[in-house]
């Protein structure tokens, strides 16, 4: 009986402190329709963890945030591993590389960087450490903030236009522009894509190689994976890659990928034929065969800057994504759209507010137990002294 009356002491006096260390509580959305939204193009990245702080220690941050969604989702449907995250403004050159060396590639959005990448159209990217500084030339997607016209003259500049979502603020759902929505997809020049498909398609341009024949009416081509490409940034995806024949003369009888079309606005292998021009989406370390009308020439003359030759690609990133189902059911609707989900765990700060309470409560509910138990323990020993005084009278009577 002492036993259980000590440990239920320890019980009452332990569970404050037991949930107190609890500092977050994870989205279950992330395997439940997480699986989805990978099959429909969509990225995950992170944001950052409840109990760790960017500033004080940004390699914590990002090593936690990289096993929290490598324990439950891939990152894309392209690959596993993480490469994009949510970093604040005020970092310097060095905490990014401390967050680069975690795989994080692309950091975002408008952290205050030297070198930078699409804060403009003529921001292009030339290294890896711009992508450390992406711009946000869209702005955010939340009604009554978005200016369409500005948006226009952005989309219409060319290059990578990111726009800033988030689901909810606080305790009120926030609801996105419907007009933005619907001009991007009534558009054929956009390329949607995510932050980490964007930056792995940017990257065959630093290194790549191909090789290609032809044997009469069939020209074989090959994008090849090497181990000098692969060295130069290992974390980088493989993605398809749009390709550009120019073709004299002759016409495409039939590939062996999928034929696409002009409108084709997600990144999948195919192909397309538009004038002379002949363009090739393929995986790197695929083998495509193109069957020709006549035997004639043909010059690859490189790679698009964008996925089937599109002028502008758009990514859409959703900040602090802690309830998944929240910050993507509005767009369901809109299939063409890619998000860039940069996830965290749900924080327990404010919950923390009431486990003094739930202590008290705990404890006073176990002193009365207490009290019940020895009460009841009490009157049991009284029944029994009663019977023995009963017993012993009983024999000196005989």
């Not at 940017?202 to 069939?218: G, I, M, R």
């Not at 695929?286 to 004639?296: A, F, G, K, Q, Y």
Request: glycine share 8%.
């Amino acid at each position: 009986m002492r036993l259980m009356v000590l440990a239920m002491l320890l019980s009452a006096s332990l569970a404050p402190m037991a949930m107190a260390e609890v500092k977050w509580v994870e989205d279950g959305w992330l395997k439940t329709i997480g699986p989805e939204h990978l099959v429909d193009g969509d990225e995950f990245g992170c944001y950052g963890m409840p109990n760790l702080e960017w500033q004080i220690d940004p390699g914590a941050v990002a090593l936690e945030c990289r096993e929290y969604i490598e324990a439950r989702t891939d990152a894309s449907k392209w690959d596993a591993k993480p490469i994009s995250t949510y970093t604040p403004n005020g970092l310097t050159a060095a905490q990014h590389t401390v967050i680069g060396d975690q795989g994080f590639l692309i950091h975002g959005d408008q952290t205050g960087q030297s070198a930078s990448a699409w804060h403009d159209s003529e921001n292009e990217p030339e290294r890896g450490w711009d992508w450390y500084d992406l711009g946000r030339r869209g702005g955010s997607l939340e009604q009554g903030i978005a200016d369409i016209d500005q948006i226009e003259s952005e989309l219409d500049q060319g290059g990578l236009v990111n726009f800033h979502w988030v689901g909810k603020l606080y305790d009120a759902t926030v609801r996105h522009d419907r007009d933005v929505v619907a001009m991007l997809e009534q558009r054929d020049d956009i390329w949607f894509t995510t932050w980490g498909e964007a930056y792995s398609y940017w990257q065959v341009e630093k290194c790549h190689q191909f090789n290609h024949s032809k044997s009469d009416l069939t020209i074989k081509f090959e994008h090849q994976r090497t181990d000098a490409c692969d060295a130069l940034e290992p974390n980088a995806w493989k993605v398809p890659v749009t390709w550009i024949f120019e073709l004299k003369d002759s016409s495409v009888i039939s590939v062996n990928l999928p034929e696409m079309s002009i409108e084709d606005s997600n990144l999948k292998q195919g192909w397309r034929q538009e004038g002379d021009l002949l363009y090739i989406s393929i995986l790197e370390g695929n083998e495509v065969n193109i069957n020709l009308s006549d035997d004639s020439d043909y010059d690859i003359v490189g790679r698009t800057q964008f996925f089937n030759n599109k002028s502008t690609a758009v990514t859409i990133a959703g900040h602090s994504t802690t309830d998944l189902f929240t910050w993507s059911k509005r767009f369901d609707e809109s299939p063409e759209l890619k998000f860039t989900w940069l996830i965290s765990p749900r924080s327990l700060d404010q919950a923390n507010d009431w486990l003094p309470y739930l202590g008290a409560i705990v404890l006073a509910g176990s002193v009365s137990a207490i009290f019940l138990i020895l009460k009841k323990e009490s009157k049991a020993q009284s029944r029994a002294e009663a019977l023995m005084r009963e017993s012993s009278g009983g024999e000196d009577d005989e």
